[in-house]
């Protein structure tokens, strides 16, 4: 046995043991490879790879350091003495082999694979060689397979409740924050809708970081479930709750390599709806030539998808394909952006139009779930709850119940972006946009951002500002500004 020992350091998921170069428990020279131990006392535990510390003082012979992610996963104090072994081969090892050289996996076999994967038995190469193995090749079944092993079991129950409702994006559209909107108007109507949703990692701003800038998101399910029920809605973290932690971890290592294979994508989403007991999903494709999605026929494609899993799950789904061939809203970046929703939802002159028309169509496509309402009513029925300001009065509800916060203020470093010349704007890239809102320093610091003046068919004149940018630190702001003098993102059409 091993006396535990914290070593903080952070592996952003991956479980990591240290013992001392000399430790009696296991000889170095014998360690030529990733070794994975298994450490546990009483109904404890968990898996780690193995790394040797040749430093003295560090750890004592008889010490095991763990690190932050698995220090907390065993959740025992310094001292305690546990028992530590190599780990035995994952059971799922074979089914992995065999969806690595492309064979069909069954659906006992996906299971195996996630149950593995939440036990902590995988490491993140382990991930990264499934995740890329399934984005080879996976068949509608097995794609049903897989979103069922990562739903595992619901989070949520909501017993006496017939329909409980959620509206998704797919994304790859800078701005475009109508969740928010959504959830206010259909918690105004009276449909209860559990939202969860994520903090971004390849974006400017998850719909986790906007409403994070204006009431606590990170709930576990208990209060979540709570609130849903007291106020017809809710914003999760998704990440935040622990019965979730398998489906995030694969979309981290999914982030880290860059694999935004759809039905990858789609099965993480339809997952973390089914797991918190959603009934009803909206689900919205933009479609651009600088969207997730490029074609009418690729969102068309995806759409049978995620019905026929839907189908097969017992989740009712309406699949809507929009404008996504720029920037919706003004403003990109979680202050920006939550400005930007509240202004509409008080139905403010100076609202962006696009961002409030396009949560009007949607939250009127989710209004239709309800029997009561015939199709094409919910648009109608949603423009009212806006302007009445009941859907302002629900929001304020829903932001007071989970803890208000004071909304940041946006960056002190501002660089305008100006039309170099006469003409119209023709285009705006969501890419380069979205880049520069990046490079701004939006993921990191939430005043950060850009916030837009102009948009396509407007007309501009030589000097007149396009958009502008913020910045919280020098370093971000210097970068952004050299990047902006390449490419502003923005054609304009000369006179």
């Not at 239709?368 to 009212?384: H, I, M, S």
Request: hydrophobic residues 40%; charged residues 20%; negative net charge.
């Amino acid at each position: 046995m091993l006396k535990l020992k914290h070593i903080p350091v952070k592996s952003f998921g991956e479980n990591i043991a240290y013992i001392h170069r000399d430790c009696s428990f296991y000889k170095v020279d014998d360690v030529n490879k990733v070794t994975k131990l298994e450490i546990h006392k009483g109904g404890r535990t968990i898996y780690a790879f193995l790394q040797i510390i040749a430093e003295e003082g560090v750890l004592a012979l008889d010490e095991i350091g763990l690190n932050d992610d698995a220090f907390k996963s065993l959740d025992m104090s310094e001292g305690t003495e546990v028992h530590v072994g190599l780990a035995a081969p994952s059971l799922s090892t074979s089914a992995l082999r065999k969806k690595i050289s492309g064979e069909i996996l069954t659906s006992g076999e996906y299971a195996a694979i996630i149950n593995d994967i939440a036990a902590g038995r995988y490491s993140k190469m382990d991930i990264a060689a499934f995740l890329v193995a399934c984005s080879s090749s996976m068949s509608s079944t097995e794609l049903v397979s897989f979103t069922e092993a990562l739903v595992a079991k619901k989070i949520l129950h909501w017993d006496e409740k017939n329909m409980v409702v959620d509206h998704h994006c797919l994304g790859g559209v800078p701005g475009n924050k109508t969740d928010l909107i959504v959830l206010a108007i259909t918690a105004a109507y009276g449909l209860p809708i559990a939202k969860s949703c994520i903090h971004s990692l390849t974006s400017c701003s998850g719909v986790a970081d906007t409403m994070g800038v204006m009431a606590e998101v990170n709930l576990n399910a208990a209060k979540f479930q709570k609130l849903v029920r007291a106020n017809n809605g809710a914003i999760v973290n998704y990440e935040a709750m622990e019965e979730t932690k398998v489906n995030h971890l694969l979309h981290d290592v999914r982030s880290q390599l860059g694999i935004n294979q759809n039905e990858l994508v789609m099965a993480s989403i339809l997952a973390m709806m089914i797991s918190t007991g959603v009934s009803h999903l909206v689900l919205d494709i933009p479609v651009g030539p600088h969207a997730r999605i490029h074609s009418t026929n690729e969102a068309i494609r995806i759409r049978k998808q995620v019905e026929y899993i839907g189908d097969m799950l017992g989740l009712s789904i309406d699949v809507v394909t929009t404008d996504g061939s720029e920037p919706i809203g003004n403003g990109i970046g979680a202050v920006l952006e939550a400005r930007d929703v509240m202004k509409i939802l008080r139905n403010k002159e100076d609202a962006p139009a696009d961002l409030r028309e396009k949560s009007l169509f949607l939250a009127g496509r989710v209004l239709e779930f309800d029997a009561q309402l015939r199709g094409g009513q919910g648009y109608a029925v949603a423009k009212e709850i806006l302007e009445s300001g009941r859907a302002f009065e629900a929001f304020q509800k829903i932001v007071n119940a989970q803890g208000a916060k004071e909304v940041p203020s946006v960056g002190a470093y501002v660089r305008e972006v100006v039309a170099p010349y006469d003409g119209v704007v023709k285009t705006i890239n969501n890419d380069i946009i979205s880049k520069i809102g990046i490079y701004s320093g939006a993921t990191q610091c939430l005043g950060s951002g850009v916030d837009l003046q102009k948009k396509s068919g407007d007309r501009v004149h030589a000097g007149e500002v396009l958009y502008t940018i913020y910045s919280c630190n020098s370093a971000d702001f210097d970068v952004v500004s050299q990047l902006v003098e390449h490419d502003s993102g923005y054609q304009i059409e000369a006179d």
